[in-house]
């Protein structure tokens, strides 16, 4: 049952998100975005739960399907893993009418999609995002990317899905640890830009890591609500998108330091979150109360508060491959107050040693 629709009016594209119950297996939804073959790029731990209904259905269907099974994890999020798919699509001479369905979280989101975005010069995709990380944020918007061994996400495109098909239910299988990685997403969304939102986490945070279905839906809906608003407005990160990437470049410099996958994407942006508000009160912006108020509503998800140690010319490594620096400037999402973003250059840069003073190793 479709529990809600929204469409995503992407200048470069225009495309619906599907969020309800038992949908995943619904061809309606697939049947206006799919070729007669099929690509499912998954991986082991998904499939298991997902893959043979979904290949059920289009066998049903009539539709040829081939299923791409990568590694799990962010270490897998590489060039090995793209190869694969190009190596697939390849020997079952997939044209450009054939389709991509993502089936799996924001790794396999993000790489499926940059396969798409990129085999001969780009073929359709469909979302199916099953984390609450990948539901809430990475299948919607079309950032597509890799891994480098050098930085988080750098070698990738712009490129939006044909739909995004968000079936609550598949979040009954999700871990909890990665709930709390994909909370930590959620929790972004009202720091950056609705105060009412953040106390609404407040009051229901409890009820939602105990996965109420109806919460949890009112909240993958408010979050996508809130991202297509900004993906309309800039689809390609020129002004406000950027905003979405409150905690991000601390959170990718502790990704990176720590290796792929040692932290979940989820855990670096709540630590990085915690230093943008403590950057945010360096600033005279926030003051000690607000940081707690933070530091709180992620506890309260299970989620880390303090990053690794690490020497000061680590962090000021990893952030300066940030992709928000302009010429050579480093630039961050901070927060005016709670519920408000904004981007600000920070030329001093004792400010952000100061933030970052108790985890220094
Ligand atoms: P993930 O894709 O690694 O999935 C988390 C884990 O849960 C994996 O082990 C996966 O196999 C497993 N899993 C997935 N669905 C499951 C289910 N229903 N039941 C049981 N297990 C399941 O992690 P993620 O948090 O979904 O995504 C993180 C990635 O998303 C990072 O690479 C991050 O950079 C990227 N991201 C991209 C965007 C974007 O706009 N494109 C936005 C935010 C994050
Ligand atoms: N997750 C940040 C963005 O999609 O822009």
């Not at 799919?34 to 290949?55: C, E, R, S």
């Not at 720590?258 to 932290?263: C, D, K, L």
Request: aromatic share 6%; glycine share 6%.
């Amino acid at each position: 049952m479709i529990e809600h629709q929204l469409d995503v009016q992407a200048p470069s594209h225009q495309y619906p998100i599907y969020i309800g119950s038992h949908i995943i297996n619904q061809f309606d939804l697939y049947a206006p975005h799919i070729g007669q073959k099929t690509f499912i790029v998954t991986n082991p731990t998904i499939a298991a739960h997902y893959l043979t209904p979904l290949q059920q259905m289009l066998s049903e269907h009539q539709i040829e399907h081939t299923a791409i099974l990568l590694s799990d994890g962010e270490q897998y999020k590489n060039h090995d893993s793209l190869n694969q798919i190009y190596d697939a699509l390849l020997t079952h001479h997939a044209d450009r009418k054939s389709t991509i369905i993502a089936l799996g979280g924001g790794v396999i989101g993000d790489t499926a999609g940059f396969a798409a975005a990129t085999y001969q010069r780009g073929i359709a995709f469909v979302q199916v995002p099953t984390t609450l990380l990948s539901q809430v944020d990475s299948s919607v918007g079309g950032k597509t990317a890799i891994n480098h061994t050098l930085g988080k996400n750098m070698i990738g495109a712009f490129y939006q899905p044909k739909a995004v098909i968000a079936d609550l239910n598949t979040l009954n299988t999700l871990p909890e640890r990665e709930l709390s990685a994909g909370m930590a997403e959620v929790i972004k969304y009202a720091l950056l830009g609705d105060a009412a939102f953040l106390q609404w986490l407040e009051q229901h945070m409890a009820a939602l890591m105990a996965k109420d279905a109806t919460l949890l839906a009112q909240a993958v809906y408010h979050c996508c609500q809130m991202k297509a608003d900004i993906v309309a407005q800039d689809e390609k990160e020129q002004g406000v998108r950027a905003l979405l990437n409150l905690g991000h470049t601390f959170g990718h410099a502790i990704e990176t330091e720590m290796g792929y996958g040692t932290w979940l994407h989820g855990e670096a942006v709540s630590a990085g979150m915690v230093l943008a508000a403590k950057l945010s009160q360096q600033l005279g912006c926030l003051n000690a109360e607000d940081v707690q108020r933070v530091e709180h509503l992620l506890t309260q998800a299970h989620l880390p508060i303090a990053p690794p140690k690490f020497a000061y010319p680590k962090w000021l490594a990893h952030m300066s491959h940030d992709k928000k620096v302009q010429n050579g400037q480093m630039r961050f999402v901070t927060l005016t107050k709670l519920g408000k973003a904004v981007i600000s250059q920070i030329d001093n840069t004792d400010l952000l040693q100061r933030s970052l003073q108790d985890y220094l190793a």
